[in-house]
């Protein structure tokens, strides 16, 4: 039995709201439009963390941030971890990466066999929040408000340069491996930076949507003290007091990020063309990282449980999972488990130590028993948080936090804490029973602060004398392309040609 390809899209900081069944139908996304009709798409699909390194981490390995160590977006990512890209390899896949996955420390590769690009964001230590500074900025690497203040219009910046990058080696690898010199089967992740901000779009996606009717939150920004404690932190990371906000801006920062979702839908467009045009069959993940605000109740960009933050789009197109729209909350480490489900590989030797359930019986119509969990333990933050999503409900708890639980049937938009509301204690008590079962939370926060602790006397001593960079050098050998004089030119013309020639 043949093994299936499998082509992994994920994006970076796309809102799940926008998806709630598939694309949201104002969206100018075509090619994401006709991915969704062939797809089971999972309506309640959340990040593990809302934040790139961390998410990404359980993304690929199935266990959340307290198993991984990557709490924040400057952790290690551990080498002696599984990841989804080592379950494939070692079963006999061909594994690899185009793109941004966020890897922090000096293994690079985390199971895949190659790597086309080098990475966008720094791969040492730099960017380690400190619990020992409560309310600390660290201006250089923090977000600020200047992304939304600033956005608009460029045909070139730091982020499209590096998506097109992106979008170019992974086009050129989806040719080479139609041309059949791999007989392996084979997994591409295609891993996008857009549409993350800062907010700043090219002029023909901008274009798209001058007349758009979402150009303003549905919740409008509250006051400082109207906000729980930690969107308060966010809000002092993100240096709001150094701004005027004003709606032409907000409208511009919404209006620069959906242009850069049709930016992306035609780069995966092009993705999708070139499997059809090398026949190549392959299962399609198209997923995110975590989500952003956009600006619902004045908060921008990730780092909560809220729902533009923590929800995510997850749609998969496979042989033999019927399209349909799945309502049931599942998480992005349950990909994991899933992908190798797929595939027909097993993970049994470290499936007792991994949180993820694959979503293939969901994906044919079997309920969800368990909940969702996420966890947060970055910038803004002084404790780990931890929520569970079970489901019409959302449970939120912090040990310097007050609880909070949201019935998101009736209050999707979360602004009715119902954790004190007697008419609701034995929901509540029957999540402080199951958080507790599940996290010890004092030594949650000792981990994270060893951990930071660690790794700012490893950052400090680095960054004396002379400096070797973890950053992913991407290979090019020149000798190995195009024509050498190593090579039969006769063999080479055909072997590079697909479909071959007589």
Known sequence: MSRPNILIVMVDQLNGTLFPDGPAPWLHVPNLKALAARSVRFANAYTASPLCAPGRAS???????????????????????????????????????????????????????????????????????????????????????????????????????????????AVAKLYDLARGGDARPWCLTVSFTHPHDPYVARRKYWDLYEDCAHLQPRVPAMDYADH?????????????????????????????????????????????????????????????????????????????????????????????????????????????????????VSMAEVMPWTTGQSLVPQAKGAPRTEPVAMEYAAEASVSPLIALRRGRWKYTNCALDPEQLFDLDTDPDELTNLAHDPAHAATLEAF?????????????????????????????????????????????????????NHMDLNVLEGAKRFPRGE
């Open 432 to 484: 402080r029973v199951e958080a507790a079962s599940r996290w010890d939370l004092e030594a949650f926060d000792a981990d994270v602060r060893a951990s930071q602790a660690r790794r700012w006397v490893v950052y400090e001593a680095l960054r004396q004398g002379g400096y070797y960079p973890w950053d992913y050098q991407p290979l090019r050998d020149a000798s190995e392309r195009y024509m050498r």
């Open 59 to 169: 993304f690929m390995t199935g266990q959340l941030p307290s198993a991984t160590g990557v709490y924040d977006n400057a952790a290690e990512f551990r080498s002696d971890l599984p990841t989804y890209a080592h379950h494939l390899r070692r079963s006999g896949y061909h594994t690899c990466l185009s793109g941004k996955m966020h890897f922090v420390g000096p293994d690079q590769l985390h199971g895949f066999e190659e790597r086309l690009t080098t990475d966008i964001y720094p791969a040492d230590f730099g960017w380690t929040p400190d619990y020992r500074k409560p309310g600390e900025r660290i201006d250089w690497w923090y977000h600020n408000m200047g992304s939304v203040t600033g956005a608009g219009v460029a045909e070139i910046t730091n982020q499209l340069e590096y998506d097109d990058e992106v979008a170019h080696h």
């Open 228 to 344: 729980d404690p930690h969107a308060r932190r966010i809000f002092d990371a993100n240096d709001w007091r150094s701004y005027t906000i004003t709606d032409e801006m907000i409208a511009r920062a919404r209006r620069a990020y959906f242009a850069n979702i049709s930016y992306l839908d035609d780069k995966i467009g092009a993705l999708l063309q070139v499997l059809e045009d090398t026949r190549q069959k392959a299962i399609v993940v198209f997923v995110s990282d975590h989500g952003d605000m956009l600006g619902e109740r004045g908060l921008w960009y990730k780092m909560t449980f809220y729902e533009g933050s923590a929800r995510v789009p997850l749609m998969i197109a496979a042989p033999g999972l019927a399209p349909r729209r799945v309502a049931d909350p599942v998480s992005t480490i349950d990909l994991c488990p899933t992908l190798c489900d797929l595939a027909g």
